[in-house]
Each structure stands twice: as C-alpha cells, then as structure tokens.
C-alpha cells in the first residue's frame, strides 16, 4: 500500500521567501509528525498532531515556522522569510493510533535548500 | 532537556563480524524505539522495547533495553552487506510525548 508521501522532494529557494512543505500521511493514520533532519544527524522533532488538533509545537525553533493539519489528513509545513540556517530535510511521519509509543511511518523527506 | 547520545559515531566492519551500538539518554526512559536509514533513505522502525531489562531478538539483531530505562543497544550477529545504514535510537521520556533521536551509527560492511 502506499506509504507516506511528501512534496516537493527538493526545494531551491532564495533567502527571504515563503516555502510550503505538504505531507500526505498513510490514509487512517492519526498522529502525524514534523522533523528536520541536518546531515549526519538524526531527526529532530518539530511539532505533532493528533487528527486535526496539533499537540505540541515546542520544537518549532520560531515563529517563522507554523504547521496545520486542518482536516486530520494531509498536512503542511510552512516557513516564512526563509533564512539559509533553514537548509535541511524535512521529513514527516505518521502513526496509526495516538500515542507516541507507536511505530512511525516516516516519508521520503523534502530536501530545502535556501540560497 | 532531555538528550540521547549514541555511540559509536561509524564503525566499519569486515563481513561476518559482530557490531553492537549503544544509546544513553540523560533522563528514564518510558520507551526506546531502533530505526534504520538505508544510504539515501528514510529511517525504518526495527523494534520498540518498553520493560526494564527487556531483551527481543530480530534473526541476527538483538536489542536489548537497561534495567534503569536509560540505555539500550543494539547487537547484530555476523554482519552481512544488508545491514549497511544507519542506526538511529529514538526515547520517550517518562512524561514526555515526542521522541528524541540520538544521533545515529553509521554502519559500514567490507565484503
């Protein structure tokens, strides 16, 4: 069956602009997870949702990042006036049933490049 | 906060060789998942251990869970080119709800 996906696979974007990442989690999976991935490192956790009500935003590192999941399904990951600190993957995951202490699916990652 | 460090960094290995990585996080775990990342790919759950001193066997992995639930690893028997990648553990808190990711080991296999 089809896994997570995410889009765009690769972003190019000059410092200053808006970019919006989309997750499309495994259809019926509740929990749905934001993180970003520097090279050689694992991820680190950004925010997560259960359904459509998001849950925990303390890993956001500002208020330039802001994510919604509006109705419990796909999800969007948007960074405002990208800065180059921003380059990363972004990788999204999603899980069955809400709890935390489930296996996550995780998706191919959106690799943002900020020149 | 709480932390996860894992170690080694990298090890490469000779085919047919043992390889063990071991995970210590700062603070008592409730529970500790095992990801793989395949050279380009996205992490893959192994396993997820929730007991103090829980051991579960995968064929040629192992994984073991520390009877204070702050530490684990993860042993693979006679190494074969297939477990090329990184191993990444990821804990839960006690009280917490999101999953910290250590930072990972990457495996490497000569044939």
């Known amino acids: 069956g089809a896994g997570v996906s995410q889009s765009p696979r690769y972003k190019v974007t000059k410092r200053g602009q808006d970019v919006a990442l989309r997750c499309d989690p495994i259809s019926g999976h509740v929990s749905l997870y934001w993180y970003r991935q520097a090279l050689g490192q694992g991820p680190e956790f950004l925010t997560y949702?259960?359904?459509?009500?998001?849950?925990?935003k303390s890993g956001l590192p500002n208020d330039r990042f802001s994510a919604e999941r509006p109705e419990g399904s796909i999800s969007t990951l948007t960074i405002q006036r990208t800065e180059q600190r921003d380059s990363a993957m972004y990788r999204c995951?999603?899980?069955?049933?809400?709890?935390?202490?489930?296996?996550?699916?995780f998706g191919p990652g959106t690799r943002l490049t900020v020149l | 906060g709480q932390q996860v460090m894992q170690i080694p960094q990298y090890q490469h290995v000779q085919e047919g060789e043992d390889f063990t990585t071991y995970c210590n996080s700062s603070?008592?775990?409730?529970?500790i998942q095992w990801y793989k990342q395949r050279p380009g790919g996205h992490p893959v759950f192994l396993i997820q251990l929730v007991k103090s001193g829980e051991v579960k066997k995968q064929k040629r992995l192992t994984f073991q869970f520390g009877e204070a639930k702050k530490n684990s690893s993860l042993h693979i028997t006679a190494t074969q080119t297939t477990d090329v990648g990184t191993y990444f553990c990821a804990g839960l808190g006690e009280y917490g709800n999101k999953l910290v990711f250590g930072a990972g080991t990457i495996l490497r296999v000569k044939s």
């Open positions: 995951a999603s899980s069955l049933v809400p709890l935390v202490r489930n296996e996550q699916f």
């Open positions: 949702f259960n359904y459509e009500a998001q849950q925990d």
């Open positions: 603070t008592t775990l409730s529970n």
